[in-house]
């Protein structure tokens, strides 16, 4: 059996679809205690569950999904901290990933999730920002800019002009000649 895609012609057209097994003796979630038993070893399979895409007119990127509910929010950050035991190889996004460039995007991630879930948890974002920067790596600059979202969030505006003089000193004003 298949399930596909609800736009006409795109099965057709793109081959869009999805071919579903079942199983009696596989599960994706234990019946008695409730947890997921799905284990997410790639970078890759997040960004898409957080639906990234890139803003055609700034080029930044969107995460638009797996953060709507506590419940979902909290399933997103169990998967994103599964990573941590696949490092450096779970940042499979890059041909060539360091402990630190995967530290740091696990950390931005999970500190993006606790900030932007139903209820954010400010400080436990906080929290995971400080350590992608203190770990370095490619994710630096976004944790330095998400923290000076967080205060922005928070309406904590001097913390926020603080941080963001942090980001443009580590990381430039994003000038050509930086």
Same mark, same amino acid.
């Given at each position: 059996? @298949?399930?596909? +895609?609800?736009? /006409?012609? *795109?099965?057709?057209?793109?081959?869009?679809?999805?071919?579903v097994r079942t199983s009696s003796s596989i599960n994706t979630h234990d019946e008695v205690s409730g947890e997921w038993l799905i284990h997410v070893? /790639?970078?890759?399979?997040?960004?898409? =569950?957080l639906g990234q895409? /890139?803003?055609?007119?700034?080029?930044?990127?969107?995460f638009d999904r797996g953060y709507q509910t506590e419940e979902l929010a909290n399933q997103t950050m %169990?998967?994103?901290? +599964?990573? =941590?035991? *696949? +490092?450096p190889t779970f940042a499979d996004t890059w041909?060539?990933?360091?402990?630190?460039?995967? %530290?740091?995007?696990?950390?931005?991630?999970?500190?993006?999730?606790?900030?932007?879930r139903p209820l954010p948890v400010w400080d436990v974002a906080e929290k995971y920002y400080q350590k992608a920067i203190q770990v370095?790596?490619?994710?630096?600059?976004?944790?330095?800019? @998400?923290?000076?979202?967080?205060?922005l969030d928070k309406h904590d505006f001097d913390n926020a002009t603080l941080q963001a003089d942090k980001l443009c000193q580590a990381c430039g004003t994003g000038d050509p000649n930086d």
């Open positions: 059996d @298949y399930i596909s +895609c609800s736009v /006409s012609q *795109h099965c057709q057209q793109f081959g869009q679809r999805v071919m070893q /790639s970078l890759d399979r997040i960004l898409r =569950l895409r /890139s803003d055609p007119s700034t080029g930044f990127l969107i %169990e998967w994103i901290w +599964c990573g =941590l035991d *696949h +490092c041909k060539v990933a360091t402990n630190a460039d995967c %530290e740091g995007a696990i950390n931005t991630l999970m500190g993006f999730v606790s900030r932007k370095g790596g490619r994710n630096e600059c976004a944790a330095r800019s @998400y923290i000076s979202k967080l205060f």
